[in-house]
């Protein structure tokens, strides 16, 4: 069992800058990867990025150069920052963790409510 619990969305101008974070307990020991994903309404919830072994990272094409992932091994807590906010990174953001093969919520279908982002034009 995993507990991830997501922090740091609001409300910013176009432009602007959010540091999301998303603390991570439980069976820690197994987690090998992390995620962040987005689901703005009436869209399909899409993946932003991921950090593999704490080290290599992907992700999307509409975040690159602007979005950067993180971990921090001593607090157990994956960031994604995000700079030079546009209205279309509206989202609710989600975190997720890969035990072995398996994603957490990504294999279950059970997402939590996420840190809503509200990017204002």
């Known amino acids: 069992q995993v507990q991830l619990v997501e922090s740091g969305g609001g409300l910013v101008q176009a432009g602007g800058s959010l540091r999301l974070s998303c603390a991570f307990s439980g069976r820690i020991f197994s987690i090998n990867a992390m995620a962040w994903h987005r689901q703005a309404p009436g869209k399909q919830r899409e993946l932003v990025a991921a950090i593999l072994g704490g080290t290599v990272t992907n992700y999307a094409d509409s975040v690159k150069g602007r979005f950067t992932i993180s971990r921090d091994r001593a607090k157990n807590t994956v960031y994604l920052q995000m700079n030079s906010l546009k209205p279309e990174d509206t989202a609710a953001y989600y975190c997720?963790?890969?035990?072995?093969?398996?994603?957490?919520?990504?294999?279950?279908?059970?997402w939590g409510q996420g840190t809503q982002v509200t990017v204002s034009s």
């Open positions: 997720d963790v890969r035990l072995g093969s398996a994603w957490y919520r990504g294999d279950s279908g059970s």
